[in-house]
Every structure is written in C-alpha cells, then in structure tokens.
C-alpha cells in the first residue's frame, strides 16, 4: 500500500503541464479551477479523459460479465464503464419479466435440477460465438457452477433462449469456452461425482466417482444447443478445471488444466486433514488434451453408446480410439488458455510463479511417436512434461488466467497472490511490464482477448476484493473491475468500477459494431422461443375464451390503455393473461402488475406475454402498466374483479362522477380541430423528406397512423352520440378522439426530431 501511494505522488510532482497548452486560456484556468476543487492530478484528467464517453456517445466495446451467483449477464461498455443491461440467466429478473410470464418461466423450467426450481446461478465463464476462431456478435453461453447447466443467450435481443442441465456432472466449473466454429460449447466437471444419480460411499470414490468433459453439439441455425447430439468424455474424478479449445493448427482438440489428481477426499469431522492438503500434495496434476473431432466421428458412426440418454465416450473407448492423453502441470494449476496463432496452451502454477507454455506441436508429436513416461491409475496415457513443454516463465506468485494483445507473442496474466497483471511475452520468455492491482486479481480479459485476432487496447482486472476503493457499504464490498490502458508500453490503471452483483467471475469483450440488436418484435412474438405466439391478438380482436374454470384473456396494449380494463372471473377459476403490445417505435415498452398475484411483465414493442395465475380468493385486483409510457401513463390501468361463486350482478350502472355539457363537447371538438392542424403539419414535413430510409422513423410512422385510425373510429362514435343529443358520451368519446391525436402528435414529432437530427433530405 505505502508503495502504491509513494507511486502515486511521484506521477503527480512529475508529470508536466504540457498536455494542456493547447486550447484557450479561459479553457484551461477553468480546468485548473475544477482540478484544484476536486483534489485531480494531471493523471486522474488524462485518464478521466481516456474513458469518459460524452453524453449521446458510444462505447467501442461491450462486455459480458458473468453475474456471478446472481445468475445474470453484466453487459457493460468500454471505455465508460457504464453499466448499459443485467440479462437474466438463472434467476427471475423482475424488471425484464424473466421467470414472471408463462414463456421465461418455461425457459427457467428447462433448468430444473431433479424436478427442483434452482432460482440462481453460479455464473462463471460467458463466451461469446465464433466463427472461423473470431467473435461474431451472434450468440452466449454461460456456465453454473454450482447445478452444472448452461445459458444460450441470442444477441439479436439479449435474451435467453435456453438453458440445459448436465445429465452427467454435479458441478461444472470449466465452461463455457466454444470451439472455432462454434460447433460445440465446453463444459467440464469440477467436483467428482457417480455418474449415476444414486448413492455411491466416498470409500468408491476412486473407482465410481468420475470427472468429464461435455461438448455440448450447437446448431447455428436454430440457435439452440442439441442435447441429444452432444457427447461427453468420461474422466478420472480429477477435479477438472478451465477448458479451451484449438484453433489453428490445434483446430480439433481441447484442453483441460485439473488439480486434485491426488483423488484426495478430505472429511475435517472424520479427523482427516482438510480437502486443501490432500488436494495439493503432489507436484503435479494434468492437462487433459481431447480430440473432439474424431470424438465427433465416432458419435456419426454410431460408435457411441448413449447413457442417461446421452452419449458417453467412456475412458476405456477413449484410449481405444486414442481420443484423451495427459500431460503433467505443475503445482496446483489454474488457466487454460490457447494463444492466437493456436500453437501453443498456457497453464498457470497457481501454487508457485511459473506459467507453463505447452506446444502443440511437441504434444502432438509425442502422440505420433507413442512416447508417453507410462499411464495414470485409468490406463490413460501421460506424455512427459519436457516432451509437451516449449518454456516456463517467472511471472510472479499465483498466476492464474493469460489473455492476450493484438501485438504478436504479447500476453497478460493475472497475479493473484502478488495482486499484479504481468505483461509478458510468450515466444520469448521476456517479462515486459507489470502493474499493481487493487487487491486479488481473479481473471482479466482484453478486447476480444481470447479469440483469434485479438484487439487489446484496453484490460479489465476482474478483483476478487476491493477493500479502500469504494464508498463503505457494510461487511459485503462491492466487485470490482479495474480498467487499464494497455496501448502504450507501460499499463495504465484508468478506472475502478464497482459491480454490487455476486462474483463476476470472467469477461469478455466484443467490438461494438458486431452487435446488431433488433429494436422491436414483429407483432404478437413470444421473445423467449422466438416463435410467433398462439396467444397474440390485434387491436379490436381483443377477447375472452372461457373454458370450464379456465379463462384465457386475449388483451393489448398501446399509449395508454391496456384493453381489457376490466376482466370479470369467479373465484377459483385459472386464469391466463395474454397481452400483445400493438406498438413498434423505439422503447415503447408497457408494463403489467397486478396486485397480489406475483404478476410484473415487461412487453417490449411487438411482444406477446402471458401470466397464468389461479384467482383462489374473491375480491378486487387493480393492474397497471409499469412503465411510464406517455403522459397518461397513470391512467394506464385496469381491475380484475374476482367473484364470489354464484355471484350475481348488480342491477345498476356504472355512474360517472362527472357531468358533461353540449358546450363542454364543443370547446373539446374545437381543441381536436386545432390539434389537426398540428398534426396535419408534422405529417407534412416528414412526408417531404426521405423518411423511408430511417428504420426507427418508419417504426414511429406506422404507431403514428395506428394512433390516427383509432381516432377516426372515436371521431364517428362521438358525432354519433352528439346526433342524439347524448354529450355525456359525445364529450367522453370527443376526449378520447383527442387523446389518441396526442399520441399521434407525440411519434410524429418524435419522427420529426429524428429526422431533424439525423440529416434526412428534402424530397419534394
Ligand atoms: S476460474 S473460480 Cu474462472 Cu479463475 Cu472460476
Ligand atoms: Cu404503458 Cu405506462
């Protein structure tokens, strides 16, 4: 600590004033005042500067954080920082409706471990999809530790589409890493466990418990992962930790660092010494190589057996068909991670301060000419260290996770125990730089730092403690990500970034303009399938089915009703409330709560969404939408009334508590006229310009003209009352005719600004 703080006033007595003799002499008195009334160095505004993205402005990437045990996706910007979404995974997410609608919950349903709801996650390694070894922007996956199950998020609206259990595995550590094309996404065991879902004694556990490797098989085209083509690798109970896969040369292969090969079964209350000790007692543990693609044959050729109705490729079938081979790993090791170029695989010692580059070519030669040192307790066969091994390199104590630059060799691996980043490089040993961290860092990541093509530029440190940073906030501290500048020789800490959810384990980070998310749903979508939903309904084909005690209510949504506004059911009757948002500009999301029904969903433009609920007790449920969508957002609203059985209606009607006027409805109809005009010249400026060629504006246009046609349909209801001199209605309807000219006004002079400020041209 002493030395960071002694660092930090040497950067601040020496860094000289030169970067601001550029500009006015107003601007840079005005900048020294602010400086001097903020306590900020020279460093605290050029790195203020490298990050801060102006309002209105863009970042250049974006993350996907694991959420930790919160079961969410962190989807933050680079370099701001700024937090832009939580996808929900694992774990109901009020706010997006996720494990509130009938759909999401049936997504969450998926995920039941023995028939039990798991409403979290422990979210480790997101991964984003690959094609030929690069991001593509197209899909992510996302692993749970804790019930060994994996997420499929599609990017095109950052929802998830799936998630899957491990029909072998009790714990899942080493996902989600893909394979170049995507084929296939990793996910290896962590903790040993009987394949079986029986009771097996820890005194089997040598030769019942088992480790394993899954390739989850990944359709592209469905965007969902194919359990019943996916194959696992059964492996020694190895607890085996981080995966990746070959690229390049190495295309066809994955690798497995593990530790605990001891097979050590700790029991304190027995009076055997902890899991810790047995667990690190040997010098060395193994890497796992795979072949999957000859693995993938095998499985075609219907070589494969299935158990728990998935495939198994057993170690016996494994060193048959020379599929698996072992290589030691010194020390405890953690990391697994394939350079670029895909020649050759970094491990760290986490337990000393090497990390150990392994070529791919010497493995694979030792393979070709069978020189293994002998075989582990399974037969399987173990290649020498100094066969598979190019170097081992001091980087400091407790290493753990490499990521790498867009500058060939060049890599960065955290230091847990020294709490530094060591920037190295790999091709030839040389240390280049390091940079203290704040306090133990767990993974880093670099942009797109584990692809193919790697960009670099910037580093964030994934802190596993954050004592001093923050404002104090009780005994939990928030995470902490630690972004640094890595585009000159020397590092550079930019910025600290607290994240009060779980432990976001890994990273990554995707250039932005490979991200391509739609704004709105074609209308009546069920998001959570992508399919079409059987439960949409369209404006005035709004309906309720009954069915014995079943009621389905077919309703939408637009500026600013939600139509049904009154539904009747009898107690005890199972209800089902499907609403469609008729809207498709930007943003113009509706909300549905209701009270006391455990009922919030979130309908984006175009969506359907429904809630199933059992009306068990008679009385009066008022619902609302939860956005605040318009100016009459409050008036957004509605009331179940749930009957008593056998209830009878009243006689009487509804009383308004307002009387209106024939000079009431005549100052309103005056009012509409005048706000025609309004609208009649929007209309015209957007029509005289290119107005075709601006998505959004197109999206706005067709709410606008929904808007108008509903108030051409009340214009003629209210004349119609008027005629027969009934202007309570006359008035009422005449207010809603305005109402929806006020919804017309509002997109259409939103298409207005929009085409104002995107420069669209004059057509006629
Ligand atoms: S690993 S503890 Cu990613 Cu360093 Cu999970
Ligand atoms: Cu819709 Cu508020």
């Not at 295309?251 to 097979?263: I, K, T």
């Not at 010494?273 to 010098?283: I, L, M, Q, V």
Request: charged content about 20%; overall charge negative; proline content about 5%.
């Amino acid at each position: 600590m002493k030395f960071r703080h002694m660092f930090a006033l040497f950067v601040l007595v020496t860094v000289s004033l030169s970067i601001f003799t550029s500009g006015t002499v107003m601007a840079q008195s005005t900048l020294q005042k602010v400086m001097e009334e903020r306590g900020l160095t020279e460093k605290d505004v050029l790195a203020a500067a490298k990050t801060y993205v102006p309002t209105g402005g863009r970042d250049d990437y974006v993350v996907f954080s694991s959420g930790g045990q919160s079961g969410h996706l962190i989807v933050y910007g680079i370099p701001s920082m700024r937090i832009l979404k939580y996808v929900a995974v694992f774990t109901p997410e009020p706010w997006q409706g996720y494990g509130f609608d009938d759909e999401s919950k049936a997504i969450l349903a998926q995920g039941r471990i023995m028939g039990k709801d798991i409403t979290y996650g422990d979210t480790h390694h997101p991964a984003i999809s690959e094609t030929d070894g690069d991001y593509d922007g197209r899909y992510l996956f996302i692993n749970d530790k804790a019930n060994p199950r994996i997420g499929v998020i599609d990017l095109h609206d950052f929802e998830t589409k799936q998630i899957v259990a491990n029909p072998f595995f009790r714990s899942a550590h080493g996902g989600c890493f893909v394979t170049p094309n995507t084929e296939y996404v990793m996910e290896a065991s962590q903790y040993a466990a009987p394949y079986s879902h029986d009771f097996v004694p820890l005194e089997k556990f040598n030769d019942e418990y088992r480790g394993g490797l899954t390739y989850w098989k990944f359709n592209r085209e469905t965007g969902r992962i194919e359990a019943e083509n996916s194959f696992t690798f059964e492996m020694p109970p190895y607890s085996q930790d981080l995966s990746d896969a070959g690229k390049g040369p190495s295309y066809g292969w994955g690798f497995n660092n593990s530790f605990c090969s001891e097979r050590y079964v700790g029991g304190i209350g027995r009076g055997r010494p902890p899991f810790e000790a047995g667990c690190s007692s040997k010098d060395t543990d193994f890497l796992h190589i795979t072949n999957w693609k000859k693995a993938e044959e095998l499985v075609a050729a219907g070589k494969v057996t299935k158990v728990n109705g998935a495939y198994l490729i057993t170690m016996e079938q494994a060193i048959q068909e020379e599929l698996m081979y072992l290589v030691p790993e010194p020390k405890s090791p953690h990391g697994c991670d394939v350079t670029p170029d895909g020649k050759f695989i970094i491990v760290s010692g986490k337990l000393d301060s090497h990390a150990w580059v392994y070529s791919y070519e010497k493995i694979m030669q030792a393979i070709a000419d069978k020189n293994f040192e002998g075989y582990d307790p399974y037969g399987l066969p173990i290649i020498a260290l100094h066969d598979a091994l190019e170097r081992s390199v001091n980087v400091g104590l407790g290493p753990l996770h490499t990521q790498f630059d867009s500058e060939d060799g060049v890599c960065y691996t955290s230091i847990y125990v020294d709490s530094q980043i060591t920037k190295w490089n790999y091709r030839t040993g040389k240390i280049l730089d390091t940079i203290p961290i704040h306090y133990n860092v767990g993974h880093l990541m670099t942009m797109e730092g584990d692809s193919k093509t790697p960009d670099g530029k910037y580093l964030v440190a994934l802190n596993k403690l954050s004592i001093d940073r923050f404002n104090p906030v009780g005994p939990l501290h928030p995470q902490n990500h630690q972004l640094i500048d890595i585009r000159g020789s020397q590092m550079q800490l930019l910025y600290d970034m607290p994240l009060p959810l779980g432990e976001p384990h890994y990273a990554v980070a995707i250039r932005a303009d490979k991200l391509h998310p739609v704004i709105n749903y074609r209308t009546g979508w069920n998001s959570r399938n992508d399919e079409r939903s059987p439960h949409r309904s369209r404006a005035g084909r709004e309906r309720t089915v009954r069915n014995g005690n079943r009621v389905d209510i077919y309703g939408t949504l637009i500026r600013s009703h939600i139509n049904p506004e009154i539904i009747e059911v009898t107690e005890g009757d199972v209800v089902s409330i499907h609403l469609t948002n008729l809207e498709r500009a930007q943003d113009e999301v509706h909300g549905f709560a209701m009270y006391g029904q455990n009922i919030q969903l979130s309908i984006e433009p175009g969506k359907t969404a429904s809630a199933t609920f059992t009306a068990d007790k008679a009385g009066i449920y008022p619902y609302y939408c939860t956005e605040f969508c318009s100016a009459l957002h409050l008036e957004m609203q509605g009331y179940l009334l749930v009957q008593p059985k056998g209830y009878k209606a009243a006689e009487i009607q509804i009383e308004d508590g307002t009387k209106y006027t024939k000079e009431d409805y005549e100052a309103q109809v005056a009012t509409n006229i005048a706000t025609q005009d309004v609208i009649n010249q929007v209309v015209g400026f957007i029509t005289s310009h290119n107005y075709q060629d601006f998505a959004t504006v197109v999206a706005l246009v067709e709410d606008a003209t929904d808007q108008l046609g509903f108030a051409d349909e009340v214009k003629a209801k209210s004349e119609a009352a008027a005629a027969e001199g009934d202007y309570q209605n006359a008035m009422l309807w005449a207010n809603q005719w305005w109402q929806y000219q006020v919804k017309t006004a509002d997109l259409g002079l939103r298409a207005k600004t929009f085409l104002e400020q995107n420069g669209a041209v004059k057509i006629k």
